[in-house]
C-alpha cells in the first residue's frame, strides 16, 4: 500500500521493535533533524489545564501524544513530514480561537480540521494534459482520472496522505473511504526527486499556497477523492471494473442537487 510505503521509506518504521509513542517520535525528530516541529509529550505527563489541543501545541510547544495510538502515531509522522504546513495550522486555529472563542468553531477552524483529517495532496506537473487531469478530478470523472490516465500516476501525478485520520483508517480500508484533495502544481523534476526531498519541497509550496489564497476561510476549498481509486494504494483497483462502482465513484451533483444539499 503506497502511503505505508511512503512513510517505511522515510522513516524506517519497520526498525522499531516497541510502539514509538512521544519518546520514539522525539527520536525520529532528532534523527530526520526535523526543524519547525514541537516536543512530543505523552499525554499522562500534561500538567492539568483548561487549554484546548491547539493551543497547548501553540504556547507550550509541545505536541500531547497519546501512548499506543495509530491515531496520534500518524499524526506525529505527518508533524514530522510537513512541519511548517503543520505549524501553519496550528497558528490558524489559534487566531480563530482567540478572535472568536472556542465555539461555535468558525469556517476556517472546521476547514482545517477537515484538511488535518483527511486531506490528501495530489502533485501535478506543469501541463495542460495534467491541469485537465485535475479538472477532471474535480468534476468527478474517475474513470478518465484512474483508468484513461493511470500511467501517469506515481510519474507525473503522485498523491500524499496528509490527513492522520485517514491513514489510520487505511490499516483497515473500506469501501466509501474518502479524503478531501487540493491540488499542487510541481516543477517537471519532481517526480525524479526522492521521497524526502519532495515532502522537504510539498511543504514549503503548502505553506506559500495556504497563505496566499486564504484557502481555507473560502467554502469547501477542498474536493472529496476516493482513496481506494489513487493507483497503488490498494490492490483491488488494478482492475477497471473496480471503478464501476458509482456507489463509491460517485458522479458529482447536479447544482440543484448540491444547492439542496448546503442548505
Known amino acids: 500500500m503506497l502511503p505505508m510505503q511512503q512513510l517505511e521509506t522515510y522513516f524506517g518504521l519497520s526498525r522499531f521493535t516497541d510502539w514509538p509513542n512521544a519518546q520514539g517520535l522525539n527520536a525520529l525528530m532528532k534523527l530526520k533533524g526535523s526543524l519547525h516541529v514541537p516536543n512530543f509529550i505523552c499525554q499522562s505527563e500534561l500538567a492539568e489545564s483548561d487549554d484546548y489541543y491547539e493551543q497547548i501545541i ?3 510547544h509541545i505536541i500531547p501524544t497519546r501512548p499506543n495510538s495509530w491515531h496520534d502515531l500518524f499524526n506525529g509522522l505527518i508533524w514530522l513530514q510537513f512541519p511548517q504546513t503543520k505549524r501553519l495550522l496550528n497558528q490558524q486555529h489559534v487566531e480563530d480561537i482567540e478572535q472568536y472563542g472556542l465555539s461555535p468553531r468558525t ?3 472546521n476547514n482545517l480540521t477537515h484538511f488535518d483529517e483527511c486531506g490528501v495532496i495530489v502533485t501535478y506537473e ?6 485537465q487531469l485535475i479538472e477532471n478530478v474535480k468534476q468527478h470523472q474517475w474513470h478518465a482520472v484512474f483508468v484513461d ?3 501517469y500516476w506515481g510519474n507525473e501525478i503522485n498523491s500524499f496522505i ?6 489510520e483508517m487505511l490499516l483497515h480500508p473500506f469501501i466509501g473511504l474518502t479524503g478531501k484533495f487540493l491540488a499542487v502544481e510541481v516543477d517537471s523534476l519532481f517526480s525524479s526527486l526522492s521521497y ?3 515532502v522537504a519541497e510539498l511543504d514549503i509550496r503548502l505553506v506559500s499556497h495556504i497563505q496566499k489564497t486564504d484557502l481555507f476561510s473560502t467554502q469547501k476549498p477542498l474536493s472529496p477523492m476516493p482513496l481506494l481509486g489513487i493507483p497503488d494504494v490498494w490492490d483491488a483497483n488494478n482492475d477497471p471494473e473496480f471503478y464501476d462502482n458509482t456507489d463509491y465513484f460517485r458522479p ?4 440543484k442537487s448540491a444547492s439542496k444539499n448546503d442548505k
Open 58 to 60: 501553540h504556547q507550550q
Open 107 to 109: 469556517l476556517r477552524r
Open 126 to 131: 506543469r501541463s495542460e494534459v495534467f491541469s
Open 149 to 151: 490516465n493511470r500511467q
Open 162 to 167: 496528509f490527513g492522520h485520520a485517514n491513514l
Open 196 to 198: 524526502k526531498k519532495q
Open 252 to 255: 458529482k451533483p447536479s447544482p
